[in-house]
């Protein structure tokens, strides 16, 4: 049975990837509208109505902003942690939720035979995780807005057979680039993105990687052709690597 994904958009302008295995299909984060959602997974053959929950991240706009509306359009239940949603909704206009299931970073969430593993992160959300899907001894990591660098992601890593990896910035352009000075200090610092080269040497753990997907590059920091380029000179040629778009889906990847 396949295990499918597709990063339907990532960036700072929203954020969301689907994932399906055996009988169960997942949308991680709603920073996509409802109609774009739809659109795209239905270009790739996938209908949002089959969608069995809908998993959020944290609480930045750009991962949870069309979650209210998603999750009454299609049914499909919320998973999100009860500090993520507070601060959304002092944030942001979610609408009335019909279906909120409460998870605590570090939980497992199961559906039948699929596992999700939620992964505490020191990114400056309020409850900030990252996943790993695991069915029938694969393994896939959807790991963006990690803060920094921390001992248990290394490990995560080496057990994936793919990932989804953040790779926000270069540091060249970020130090040159047209952004003040206190956001410049937040993206690189502890609660902030990690950088091309950091992502890089995160991958070098990933033994089993079957491939891997650049995610969440900055429009004014990066660009895909410098963050592949930099991941190259550290991992050399042998792992097959993409770049999630800021404004198109991927193909359909297939562990």
Same mark, same amino acid.
């Given at each position: 049975?396949?295990?499918?994904?597709? &990063?339907?958009?990532?960036?700072?302008?929203?954020?969301?990837?689907?994932?399906?295995?055996?009988?169960?299909?997942?949308?991680?984060?709603?920073?996509?509208?409802?109609?774009?959602?739809?659109?795209?997974?239905?270009?790739?053959?996938? *209908?949002?109505?089959?969608?069995?929950?809908?998993?959020?991240?944290?609480?930045?706009?750009?991962?949870?902003?069309?979650?209210?509306?998603?999750?009454?359009?299609?049914?499909?239940?919320?998973?999100?942690?009860?500090?993520?949603?507070?601060?959304?909704?002092?944030?942001?206009?979610?609408?009335?939720?019909?279906?909120?299931?409460?998870?605590?970073?570090?939980?497992?969430?199961?559906?039948?035979?699929?596992?999700?593993?939620?992964?505490?992160?020191?990114? *400056?959300?309020?409850?900030?995780?990252?996943?790993?899907?695991?069915?029938?001894?694969?393994?896939?990591?959807?790991?963006?807005?990690?803060?920094?660098?921390?001992?248990?992601?290394?490990?995560?890593?080496?057990?994936?057979?793919?990932?989804?990896?953040?790779?926000?910035?270069?540091?060249?352009?970020?130090?040159?680039?047209?952004?003040?000075?206190?956001?410049?200090?937040?993206?690189?610092?502890?609660?902030?993105?990690?950088?091309?080269?950091?992502?890089?040497?995160?991958?070098?753990?990933?033994?089993?990687?079957?491939? &891997?997907?650049?995610?969440?590059?900055?429009?004014?920091?990066?660009?895909?052709?410098?963050?592949?380029?930099?991941?190259?000179?550290?991992?050399?040629?042998?792992?097959?690597?993409?770049? &999630?778009?800021?404004?198109?889906?991927?193909?359909?990847?297939?562990?």
């Amino acid at each position: 049975m396949n295990f499918e994904t597709i &990063a339907l958009q990532s960036g700072s302008n929203g954020n969301c990837i689907y994932v399906e295995t055996m009988d169960v299909r997942l949308i991680f984060d709603a920073g996509l509208s409802c109609v774009e959602t739809a659109r795209r997974l239905a270009a790739k053959g996938k *209908d949002i109505h089959d969608v069995d929950a809908l998993i959020i991240s944290h609480e930045h706009a750009d991962h949870i902003r069309c979650a209210g509306a998603m999750q009454r359009k299609y049914g499909m239940p919320l998973y999100i942690t009860r500090d993520t949603l507070d601060i959304a909704l002092s944030r942001i206009k979610l609408g009335p939720l019909d279906d909120v299931r409460h998870f605590n970073t570090g939980d497992v969430i199961s559906f039948g035979d699929v596992v999700v593993r939620t992964i505490p992160t020191p990114h *400056d959300g309020a409850d900030s995780s990252v996943f790993v899907i695991e069915s029938e001894g694969r393994s896939l990591g959807v790991m963006t807005d990690l803060g920094h660098v921390f001992d248990e992601l290394r490990q995560e890593i080496s057990g994936l057979d793919a990932v989804f990896i953040e790779s926000n910035y270069d540091p060249k352009m970020l130090s040159n680039g047209p952004y003040p000075e206190f956001l410049k200090r937040r993206i690189k610092g502890p609660g902030g993105h990690i950088s091309n080269g950091e992502s890089a040497e995160l991958l070098l753990s990933g033994t089993r990687l079957k491939w &891997a997907c650049l995610a969440h590059l900055s429009h004014h920091n990066n660009y895909p052709a410098l963050a592949l380029k930099t991941h190259r000179e550290i991992l050399g040629e042998e792992l097959p690597l993409y770049v &999630a778009d800021r404004n198109e889906a991927t193909d359909i990847f297939v562990l």
